[in-house]
């Protein structure tokens, strides 16, 4: 295998036309985060993210973005953040997983979001499959409806908006917001639910939130970001921001206003985000992996991803799994027993409620308060 390595912005205008190409060629591949936007936008934060551009033959064949640290141990590109990982590559093109990691100088690679049908090229010495359910809006929104009349969850999301619209006023929503003050009320709000969670808090990383600001400005005939927002009178009451390519919207960053939970005002926002979507040219909704109650709501199918680990026969690869299986094997022990599930979610919820207390806009965020919208509530 060949493969030359660099940083996402050193291509060219063909390398990123090639790119798209095989986007369009296979479907699985044609998600927005694994689009060479997303890849220059976000490693231009971050000196620890390259690019492989494999070639077969004297022709380029594949992109593979991915992390790397100083030892060698690599992760898939944007671990933990990029809700689908890959290489892009043409079709009928076939790698070895170890092989492209010794191309790219890695004793390990771990990903979490990887697509299941690349697993057969990896190899991966462990993994664990998990699915990410998509809404098919192919028919058009009154045919997706109709198939959803059935759900009591959807029937509720209609009363709740009238009930929402009676006693706060008018409802409207905004399908692709350009005010940047809405990103910022976005990123406010979603930091105080991973506090009030208990859970670390991505936007408190700085290369995160400029990485999102830099892609919120990034529009192309090929990739945007949209931040929908959906309004009670003035106010923002839900917000999301999305990715877009090739007819698909994947959602991200989905967010609401905790004053009005009682109205599930999240389900309201994602049924309207449907609706408008499906009249503008979204033929796929790809709502990330996970188990929440809306995502299963609206899914009509699901795909494939994994997370895993592939190590090759390195002396620093065996450090890197000896650090790694304490965590791994706690993780799993939790995961298998619901009663161990629920208790770490509760001591989460717990953590969340003090950290909230002590530190009610978190730390890093007092500045971008500051200039949030002034009517958008955010107590925990």
């Known amino acids: 295998m060949k493969a030359s390595v660099c ?8 390398d990123l036309e090639l790119w798209h190409s095989f986007q369009r060629a296979t479907d699985a591949l044609a998600g927005p985060f694994l689009t060479p936007e997303f890849a220059c936008v976000m490693s231009e934060q971050r000196s620890d993210m390259r690019l492989a551009i494999l070639e077969d033959g004297g022709k380029v064949v594949g992109f593979f973005p991915f992390e790397r640290n100083a030892f060698g141990i690599g992760r898939a590109f944007c671990y933990g953040l990029s809700d689908m990982q890959a290489v892009v590559h043409t079709p009928g093109y076939e790698w070895d997983g170890m092989e492209l990691l010794e191309a790219c100088g890695l004793a390990a690679w771990e990903f979490d979001h990887l697509l299941a049908a690349q697993l057969r090229h990896f190899a991966p010495q462990e993994y664990s499959a998990r699915m990410s359910p998509v809404v098919d809006l192919t028919d058009g929104w009154e045919t997706w409806i109709t198939r959803k009349r059935a759900s009591r969850r959807i029937a509720r999301s209609r009363e709740q908006e009238r009930k929402l619209v009676r006693e706060h006023g008018p409802l409207s929503f905004v399908v692709d917001s350009r005010d940047p ?6 990123m406010q709000w979603k930091s105080a639910q991973y506090r009030r969670t208990g859970r670390f808090d991505r936007f408190a990383r700085r290369w995160l939130a400029d990485g999102v600001r830099r892609l919120f400005e990034t529009r192309t005939g090929k990739f945007c970001v949209e931040l929908s927002v959906t309004f009670v ?3 923002p009451a839900s917000l999301c921001l999305s990715l877009r390519s090739n007819g698909i919207l994947a959602g991200w960053f989905p967010v609401y206003n905790i004053d009005l939970a009682a109205y599930s005002v999240g389900t309201i926002h994602q049924r309207h985000l449907l609706m408008h979507a499906a009249g503008n040219g979204i033929k796929l909704f790809d709502c990330g992996a996970g188990e929440e109650r809306y995502k299963q709501t609206f899914r009509d199918f699901d795909i494939g991803l994994a997370r895993g680990l592939l190590r090759r026969k390195a002396a620093i690869a065996v450090v890197h799994h000896m650090q790694r299986t304490p965590r791994k094997l706690a ?3 939790v995961l298998a027993k619901p009663s161990l599930r629920k208790a770490a979610r509760n001591a989460l919820l717990l953590i969340g409620s003090l950290r909230s207390r002590l530190h009610p806009l978190g730390p890093g965020n007092r500045r971008r308060a500051s200039r949030s919208l002034p009517r958008a509530s955010n107590r925990a």
Do not use: F, I
Request: no cysteine; charged share 35%.
């Open 233 to 235: 009178g003035d106010r």
């Open 181 to 186: 003050r809405h990103l910022e009320q976005l």
């Open 331 to 333: 993780m799993e022990l």
């Open 7 to 14: 940083r996402p912005s050193e291509l060219n205008a063909s």
